[in-house]
């Protein structure tokens, strides 16, 4: 129970009853989905979780890539991940059985020569399978999508070896973080998010969140975008010799998104790797570098309800196009496959919108999104798209329609 709510109180950062399904969505692209399993060593960076900082920084990546095949479905979870889950994390029973869409170690399809690139950061406290149903969406319309998981700041993760991970309670940096969040002022300017009323207020909170949270904040957003921009570095390497990705990979349709601190990681690193071509955020709010700098890259926001009000914020953070959606009577954790799967430990982070309308938001918007900046379909009218949706606001500007939202 105290690593639950340690997870849940943590996680309700980034946050401030529901339709839930057990199984998964089927993908509407035209390709079957394979997937696979990837670790990588940055011998250039210690890790800060490990108390002697002796080790160096380690990142597990799930993939997920069109194929022209399928076969034997993929679990949800590893074997490991789901026993884990269930007796620690309240996971229900279903996750020892639940299966996927996707088919491990198949091959990458041959109807394109190569396929833009996607990569994923998951939100503090989760994993790197927790939008797989996106994930799936988007590989099915012909994306390689890979997710990073963050070392000890995620539930859990897997080596392709079989080697398992978890968060570690004894770790000094987690505990400084522990200590952060138990500052009674970090819930009060939580609760402010929705009460200040003008665009230098919402930015001061942002500000002060950072002062209060200079670790489990600024320093892991920092830690989380290398972490990012190392595994841009290994791309060339999955290009030139990995067994299913070889010559496959689109390096220069490269995209990068997240949810929670992922989308602050994703934001960051755009600022950093002139690589990335285009940058989506699912409810991360702004820290770090975005609070100073604007993006020169193409950006979508997709936000919860506590950012009513916040559009212009958002939009103004881009000198190219950008656009700010915010999702009613969504709450942090409808932006993930919490929306649909009865994980009980979730629901205080849901909003009141159906769990299955939310997912739905989110495939059209991220596919859409990536579609018309790294498969260069100009002619795709994002803000048509969200007015598709009753449960949306939104505030945009796109320069090949030469339109501005609101109008």
Request: charged share 25%.
């Amino acid at each position: 129970m105290k690593r639950i709510f340690i997870l849940l109180l943590l996680s309700s950062f980034f946050a401030t009853g529901q339709s839930q399904t057990e199984s998964l969505p089927k993908p509407t692209g035209k390709y079957f989905v394979g997937v696979t399993y990837l670790s990588f060593v940055d011998y250039n960076r210690k890790e800060l979780f490990d108390n002697n900082q002796e080790k160096n920084r380690e990142i597990t990546v799930k993939a997920w890539y069109p194929s022209d095949i399928n076969s034997d479905l993929e679990p949800y979870l590893l074997n490991s991940e789901s026993e884990f889950a269930i007796k620690y994390l309240q996971f229900p029973e279903i996750f020892r059985t639940l299966k996927t869409n996707s088919s491990r170690e198949i091959p990458v399809s041959s109807k394109e020569r190569k396929y833009p690139v996607l990569i994923f950061s998951h939100g503090w406290g989760e994993h790197y399978s927790q939008n797989s149903v996106l994930m799936e969406e988007l590989a099915s319309h012909g994306y390689i999508v890979f997710s990073i998981s963050h070392h000890y700041e995620c539930k859990f993760s897997s080596y392709p070896d079989g080697r398992f991970i978890y968060i570690d309670m004894n770790s000094q940096r987690l505990q400084k973080i522990m200590g952060e969040m138990a500052n009674p002022k970090v819930l009060a300017l939580l609760q402010k998010f929705s009460s200040v009323s003008n665009d230098e207020d919402r930015l001061q909170v942002f500000a002060d969140m950072e002062k209060i949270l200079s670790t489990g904040l600024l320093e892991s957003l920092k830690y989380w975008a290398e972490d990012i921009s190392f595994f841009i570095d290994q791309l060339n390497g999955l290009y030139n010799e990995n067994k299913i990705f070889k010559n496959k990979l689109n390096l220069d349709r490269l995209g990068v998104f997240g949810m929670s601190l992922g989308g602050l990681a994703s934001l960051e690193v755009s600022l950093l790797d002139k690589r990335i071509k285009a940058c989506l955020s699912m409810d991360g709010g702004l820290h770090g570098l975005i609070l100073k700098s604007k993006i020169n890259i193409p950006t979508m926001f997709l936000n919860s309800k506590k950012y009513l009000g916040y559009d212009n914020i958002f939009i103004n953070r881009s000198e190219m196009d950008c656009y700010s959606l915010t999702v009613k009577n969504a709450d942090h954790y409808n932006f993930s496959d919490y929306s649909i799967y009865p994980v009980s430990s979730a629901k205080p982070l849901l909003g009141s919108i159906d769990g299955v309308q939310a997912i739905k938001i989110m495939n059209v918007m991220v596919l859409n999104f990536f579609d018309k900046y790294l498969k260069e379909k100009h002619n795709i009218d994002l803000i048509k798209h969200a007015k598709l949706f009753t449960d949306i606001e939104i505030a945009g500007k796109d320069s090949s329609l030469d339109h501005r939202w609101p109008e």
